[in-house]
């Protein structure tokens, strides 16, 4: 009798502690914060299915945990708003300031756009664990995150954040683990961050981060991951970085990391070590490990010499200068990366060794001098009298060929109609042309070529999708060279042979077996290209269609001007990639933009010299006319068609840039009038109207629109080289904020080119700014083009006021922005 006397006791001490606690966990004790829920709920567009209106938060709305009657966990990862909820969406989360006990807040893949309140880090004191990655974030990271001192998780990858990394992160003294890769995140690596001793993972790759890292780094003893992968960082890696005790992984691949690689045998981890250092620009000879590695890339450097016997160890070394592996980089490109920098190179060890140049000695008698300063000026008058009458012989020439000649005017012309064939005799480097696949090999990885499998029909071949054995995703092109020009592929094949860029589509391997067709492989590119990606389908149960947000745009626009830029001003000579259209911008699973479609890529066409001998004698010319006098492939005519692109990118007009018919050209010329530098009110006309933009992402539309409008200035000659466009691209709003300007006129005097160098070349330093000036409706046919209005000197001084129109149109006179010169009056400066 007493023992069941006792069962029921202990029976009703566990009902009444599970009571208890349910209890607790049942109710909101707190009016504020059952409310700010029930606010949140509305802001954000919860559906009833995860958040019921008429339940008990704390035990009905799934994902939320309460403790002592307090909301302590909010989890909305992955939900789905209403149909109402979801036709606009924001970071409206205001209602989490009255949780005052909040400890995690998870909203990873749930869509928040917009920017983070400064507010953020002084009422969510209690937080622990912070996670908004992949939430369509917009703007700077809130310097008050230096108040959440409590923080031990912080993850605000895959969004869209701007400018530096905070300093105050530095008081962040319990993270543990801090994400902030695949943004738009730029400037330096703050040293505070050396400072976080609790720190184990770290990954700040897939930004736009510069200079060096700071030694104060290798004070984070805990660190285990270290992730700094494909950013611009440069300089020599820290060597505590190879000291540090408990790092096990290590990823500084795709920068521009350079020197002489230390001994990396000090790692105290290396059994289980996995370190990325490809895709830099580290040179020497290659290290010596010391002891085996997980895993170690090396490749994509400029090591030279021999590659040591590295045993155990999975080491990749391909893409380097070395002797004694295949898959190397070609012999020029290594010299060339030598000679640039004062360097000896071994010539992958034959005997006539590049030396790095010496001085030349100094003559020690006087006289030596007196004669060679004699015979430099002598034979200086002489050349410059040859000089002369060269001229006047070119000159009357060009003007009897120039009286006969039909000037041209028609806008934007197309380019030659095919592309040269390569040289005689032309011999591939196929060591350098990735991998020789099996015509077996290709059948398997396309299933035959099935129709499942076919892409599309492109004009160079048909493009299959495959998968290889290992489950690599491949595009595989098919040239029927029976029907196709031989040296199509022929020139594609020695494109990539000597070129490669991170911007051009990544090029893995050939299939040139059979007789009659031949087989280029390629790196898939999960996200298609521009034409299909700039509107989506919906992953919901509806079928409308999702647009790219305004900074996915704007990245790929850099993305494809950095490729262009890298032909037109990297390759000597200049390259042509003369099909810039939407379908030719290809991007990869983070939307970085890989150029396609290089089949029809050549050298610049026409007489360079010829050209400027025209202009200093003003000679007209056509728009496009090269030496032969037909339509040349030139660098302006990619200008042209990457303005096309653009203008789709900020319209959301599909099919701009692949059409050169009439109803188009008409389209532009009613398109055109709305983009003014005066007036910004006026792009709203031709904004893509699923864009959700605020007005400092307006005026950046307003400034791609202008610089659109430049690159489609019917004048070719009058087109900004691309080089500037990617600095205009890269800073968008010094293109149009009048707050930058200064006092400085440029002068009727002054050279295209200089012109150019004025407009854009000092952009880097905060005093100066480009503009692009607005043409009336009258105008609108020949004088659209980029503007400078600035100097050097100090940001804000020496304003000549803008007493001559509004606020609204926050721009001076139009005599601070002169029109570009004729050709005639262009006199290109002696470059040195």
Known sequence: M?????????????FFLLFDSTFEQGVVSSLAEKFALLQLRSSLGLRAKEWPIKGNPCLNWTNIVCKNGRVTEINISGFKRTRVGSQNPQFSVDALQNLTFLESFNASNFALPGSIPQWFGLRLASLRILDLRSCSIIGPIP??????????????????????????????????SLDMSSNFLNGTIPQEIGSLLQLKFLNLSGNILSSSIPPQLGNLSNLVDLDLSSNSLTGLLPDALWSMPGLQFLDA?????????????????????????????????LPSLGRSFSFLDLSGNYFQGKAPDYGQSNVSVNSNCLQNVTSQRSRSECASFYSERGLSFDDFGLPNATEPPLPAPKSSKKSHKNVIILAAVLGGVGLIAL??????????????????????????????????????????????????FTYQQILQATGEFSDSNLMKHGHSGDLFRGTLEGGTLI???????????????????????????SRLVPFMGHCLENENEKFLV?????????????????????????????????????????????????????????????????????????????????AQEGDTHQNRISRLFRLPQTSEQGASGTASATCAYDVFCFGKVLLELVTGKLGISASNDASMKEWLDGTLKYISIYDKELVTNIVDPSLIIDEDLLEEVWAMAIVARSCLNPKPSRRPLMRYILKALENPLKVVREEHTSSARLRATSSRSSWNAALFGSWRSSSDVAAVPAIPASKLE??????????????????????????????????IFPEPLEEQDVERPHEE
């Not at 007493?2 to 566990?14: D, E, T």
């Not at 060269?390 to 592309?419: D, H, I, M, N, W």
């Not at 031989?486 to 042979?497: N, P, V």
């Open 475 to 501: 595009v595989v092109k098919r040239i029927d060279v029976r029907s196709a020009k031989k040296e199509s592929y022929l020139s594609e094949l020695d494109f990539f042979s000597k070129v490669s860029h």
């Open 253 to 285: 691949s795709a920068n521009n990391f350079t020197g002489v690689l230390p001994n990396v045998s000090s790692i105290v981890n290396a059994t289980s070590a996995v370190f990325n250092l490809s895709q830099n620009m580290f040179y020497g000879n």
């Open 2 to 14: 007493l023992h069941l006397k006792g069962r029921v006791v202990l029976f009703c001490f566990v």
């Open 522 to 602: 390629y790196k898939y590119m999960p996200n298609g290209d521009l034409s299909s990606s700039l509107f989506r389908k919906n992953n919901s149960d509806d079928d409308s269609l999702q647009s790219l947000d305004w900074i996915t745009r704007l990245k790929i626009a850099i993305g494809t001007a950095e490729g262009l830029s890298y032909l037109h001003h990297e390759c000597n000579p200049p390259l042509v990639h003369r099909d810039v259209q939407a379908s030719s911008v290809l991007l990869d699973d983070k939307f970085e933009v890989r150029l396609g479609s290089l089949n029809e890529v050549c």
């Open 782 to 815: 020949g004088t659209s083009s980029l503007k400078q209005s600035g100097t050097t000197g100090s940001q804000g001084s020496g304003h000549n006021g803008d007493n001559g129109h509004s606020s609204s149109t926050r721009r001076q006179s139009k005599e």
């Open 387 to 436: 000089v002369l009458i060269c001229l006047v012989l070119l000159f009357v020439c060009t003007r009897k060929r120039a009286a006969t000649t039909q000037r041209a005017t028609e806008v934007g012309p197309g380019p030659a109609s095919s592309s040269p064939p390569p040289p005689p005799g032309v011999s591939l480097n196929f060591s350098s042309l990735g991998d020789a």
């Open 143 to 176: 310097s008050t995150f230096g108040n959440l001192t409590r923080l031990s998780i912080l993850d605000l990858s895959n969004n869209k954040l701007v400018r530096s990394i905070p300093t105050e992160f530095g008081s962040l003294q319990n993270l543990t």
